[in-house]
T-cell receptor
């Protein structure tokens, strides 16, 4: 059974640019959640996708957007990057909308 | 909305001792409480979870207790080993409710000294 994978592992961008992060869910999982983890903090919920539709959103501005594909993989897009967007972005998959969530290794984004 | 408080922020124990991490939550609708272990440079790993219809759950050296009345839950690690050193996060969600997202505490850095 393949676990949750994310790409890329590290990314450096400059302020104002746009970024796309990718996540492949664990085999058999149909729900993907994205979290932002600032240094020294717990993960914060960005949004969740279930069967290709957004199924809940945290307190993040619209420049954070996402997609889920028919194979349940997902993308997180962030437009107009700000310095405060520098963080570890985590993807978690689960078997249905509200079940145990298993995390990937994350993408470390640095905004200069 | 839900708020999760976690204590202590750092914990240092000798190998073989027990470690206890405590969390409180604010939303009485929360009914699912997982614990995650995060090692440096890695994503959080689910180590144990408990649902609100259960008061205690144990898995080898790890146990979790839940007090719904007081809205707090705790992680107990017995016979600690150096490989238990990591950051531990508690979380809460209203599993099956309007949103299934996890609300995390700020983490506890556990150091186990050989």
């Amino acid at each position: 059974e393949t676990g949750v994978t994310q790409s890329p592992t590290h990314l450096i961008k400059t302020r104002g640019q746009q970024v796309t992060l990718r996540c492949s869910s664990q085999s058999g999982h149909n729900t993907v959640s994205w979290y932002q983890q600032a240094l020294g903090q717990g993960p914060q919920f960005i949004f969740q996708y279930y069967r290709e539709e957004e199924n809940g959103r945290g307190n993040f501005p619209p420049r954070f957007s996402g997609l889920q594909f028919p194979n349940y993989s997902s993308e997180l897009n962030v437009n107009a990057l700000e310095l405060d967007d520098s963080a570890l972005y985590l993807c978690a998959s689960s078997t249905r909308s509200y079940n145990e969530q298993f995390f990937g290794p994350g993408t470390r984004l640095t905004v200069l | 909305g839900e708020n999760v408080e976690q204590h202590p922020s750092t914990l240092s124990v000798q190998e073989g001792d027990s470690a206890v991490i405590k969390c409180t939550y604010s939303d009485s609708a929360s009914n699912y409480f997982p614990w995650y272990k995060q090692e440096l440079g890695k994503g959080p790993q689910l180590i144990i979870d408990i649902r609100s219809n259960v008061g205690e759950k144990k898995d080898q050296r790890i146990a979790v207790t839940l007090n719904k009345t007081a809205k707090h839950f705790s992680l107990h690690i017995t016979e600690t080993q150096p490989e238990d050193s990591a950051v531990y996060f508690c979380a809460a969600s209203d599993y099956g409710g309007s949103q299934g997202n996890l609300i995390f505490g700020k983490g506890t850095k556990l150091s186990v000294k050989p």
